[in-house]
């Protein structure tokens, strides 16, 4: 499983963690995440995160 920062907010989508307050279960992967998806903190898509290494 991975992590990615939006770009705008900083804040970190842990694909082990997924983002249940939205309906995304753990281990969603980010590119499984629905078009829809957007970062909770600020709006931003899923194409506007970057992978933390």
Do not use: F, V
């Not at 963690?17 to 931003?44: K, M």
Request: hydrophobic share 30%; glycine share 10%; with cysteine.
């Amino acid at each position: 499983m991975r992590k990615w920062q939006c770009r705008y907010c900083s804040h970190i989508y842990d694909e082990a963690l997924g983002d249940p307050d939205n309906g995304i279960a753990p281990g969603t992967r980010l590119e499984d995440l629905p078009e829809t998806w957007l970062c909770p903190d600020c709006g931003a898509g899923k194409h506007d995160y970057e992978l933390l290494a």
